[in-house]
């Protein structure tokens, strides 16, 4: 093989990868988007009351004088209230 047949052959062969890759790398900032509404979910919070470790999707969310708190159950989210001085 020629070297020019190698290198139109090394070009069509990066060529083909940009166009498999290109589409991927351009997208970080929606991929980004997607995590905090998808993926964030599965961050583990802590419950403020019993200390155990919840997931965000699952956990019971109280907002609290601009905070936002996760409970792993209504009776902690409502400990927790009744132990701030109730809601806001
Ligand atoms: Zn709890």
Same mark, same amino acid.
């Given at each position: ?6 290198? +139109?052959? *090394?070009?069509?062969?990066? +060529? *083909? ?41 699952? *956990? +019971? ?28």
């Amino acid at each position: 093989m020629s070297p020019v047949r190698l290198f +139109i052959l *090394a070009v069509l062969f990066y +060529i *083909a990868w940009r166009l498999f890759n290109g589409p991927r790398n351009k997208k970080p900032k929606s991929r980004h988007d997607q995590s905090k509404s998808s993926e964030v979910k599965d961050i583990l919070m802590e419950d403020p009351v019993c200390h155990t470790l919840v997931p965000k999707g699952q *956990a +019971i969310r109280l907002r609290h004088k601009g905070k936002t708190y996760y409970f792993c159950s209504e009776k902690c989210c409502d400990t927790f209230t009744r132990e701030s001085g109730g809601q806001e």
